[in-house]
């Protein structure tokens, strides 16, 4: 995997606004905040995409994700949020290393603005696709 700015944040390289570390964990403030609070998670391990990383990172992340979300409620004082982690670049992943973004929604305008371009289950192709996926995890 390719050197990312977030490897250097985590050594130290570079400077950022650090608000949690552990072993496997950094968390820090997200330079271009899309809202006041907007912390970004990342494991320690250089995995570019989230089905890229280990289970030990995974549940590590996982543990103290809730964790970090309730900091940011208590000290922004915004209870609704989003979490977003983006895998490649056609969907919007800009930096290379697995990150998540905790984003407080305080109000329609700030936070993150998210495009939902549903459509109905069609439940033949459901229950195949499903069957597939239960293959694919067996
Ligand atoms: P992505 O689009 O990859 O999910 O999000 C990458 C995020 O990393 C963006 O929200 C961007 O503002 C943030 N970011 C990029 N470079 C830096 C940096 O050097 N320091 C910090 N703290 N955040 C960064």
Redesign the pocket.
């Known amino acids: 995997m390719s050197e990312t ?1 977030f490897g250097k ?1 985590i050594r130290g390289e ?1 400077p ?2 650090k608000v949690y570390e552990d072993d496997q964990v950094l968390a ?5 905040p899309l809202s006041k609070g907007h912390t ?1 998670v990342i494991p320690k391990e250089p995995a570019q995409t989230l089905d890229a990383l280990s289970e030990e990172s995974a549940a590590a992340l996982g543990r103290v994700l809730p964790r970090i979300c309730r900091a940011v409620i208590a000290v922004t004082g915004v209870k609704e949020y989003n979490v ?1 982690e ?1 895998n490649g670049t056609g969907a ?4 290379a290393h697995v ?1 998540f ?1 905790i984003i407080p929604k305080p109000n329609r305008s700030e936070g993150l603005g998210i495009g939902w371009p549903m459509h109905a289950l069609d439940h033949q192709e459901g229950a195949e696709l499903a069957a597939r996926l239960r293959t694919a995890l067996a």
């Open positions: 700015i944040i570079i950022c606004h820090f403030l997200d330079i271009n970004l977003l983006n919007h992943q800009a930096i990150h973004h």
